[in-house]
C-alpha cells in the first residue's frame, strides 16, 4: 500500500491548489478514509506530478476501512479533471475519466464494479498541468444499484462537462477521501512556475 499523508498535510496541499472547497470538496470535508493510489508501484500523493506515459494503466486503488461504518458499506471512486481541456479553459470540467461503485472495504477498486472505464488521463505537451482529483464516497442503499447508464457513455466527447456535484447529489454520496496528482504530457518542459 502508498504511504499516507497526514490528513492536515492532504486539506493543505488541496487548499493550496484551489481544489478547497470546489464544487467537489466542501469547506467542510475532512478525510475518514486514507485513499491510497498508486500507478506501477509510484504512489499518488497530494499533487506529484505524473506524465502521460506513467499513467497508461488504471492505477492501485485502496483504502483504510471506516471505524464506525458496517463491513456491508460499500463505496463509489470517481477519477475527474477539473482542467480540461486546459486550466486556462476549463470548458469540459468535469471530465469523467474513471467511476467504479460497489468496492467493499477492505477491496481494490479493481474488486469494484466499473461503471466508467478508465481513460488514461492525457494532457497535452502544451498545457500547463492538470489537476486530477480521485474522490471516494460512501454510498446508500440506493447507490448500490447503480449501473453505467446512471453514470453517462464512455464515448470520448460523453465525459466530458460530467456534472460530479449533481451526480453525487443524486445518489447521496458522501465524500469519505481524496488524493489527488497533477498530470502533463511527456513533452511538457515547464517549470515549477507554471504549474
Not at 488504471?58 to 463491513?71: D, G, R
Not at 492525457?122 to 489537476?131: E, V
Not at 460530467?162 to 498530470?183: D, I, S, T, Y
Amino acid at each position: 500500500m502508498a504511504a499516507s499523508l497526514e490528513p492536515t498535510a492532504l486539506l493543505a496541499s488541496l487548499s493550496k491548489a484551489a481544489l478547497l472547497p470546489s464544487p467537489v470538496i466542501p469547506s467542510t470535508f475532512k478525510p475518514s478514509v486514507n485513499l491510497s493510489v498508486s500507478f506501477n508501484e509510484k504512489p499518488v500523493a497530494a499533487g506529484n506530478l505524473f506524465r502521460v506515459s506513467e499513467v497508461k494503466d488504471a492505477p492501485s486503488v485502496s483504502f483504510t476501512p471506516e471505524s464506525h461504518h458496517p463491513a456491508t458499506t460499500t463505496y463509489t471512486l470517481l477519477l475527474i479533471d477539473p482542467d480540461a481541456p486546459t486550466p486556462d479553459d476549463p470548458k469540459f470540467a468535469y471530465w469523467r475519466h474513471w467511476v467504479v461503485s460497489r468496492i467493499a472495504p477492505g477491496a481494490t477498486a479493481a474488486e469494484g464494479t466499473t461503471l466508467t472505464q478508465y481513460l488514461a488521463p492525457g494532457p497535452k505537451d502544451d498545457s500547463r498541468p492538470h489537476r486530477y482529483l480521485f474522490l471516494l464516497y460512501r454510498e446508500t442503499e440506493g447507490a448500490k444499484e447503480l449501473s453505467k447508464e446512471d453514470v453517462g457513455g464512455e464515448e470520448f466527447v460523453e465525459r466530458r462537462s460530467f456534472g460530479a456535484r449533481e451526480w453525487v447529489g443524486k445518489w447521496g454520496l458522501e465524500l469519505v477521501g481524496v488524493n489527488w496528482m497533477l498530470g502533463a504530457g511527456d513533452g511538457w518542459n515547464g517549470g515549477k512556475d507554471e504549474l
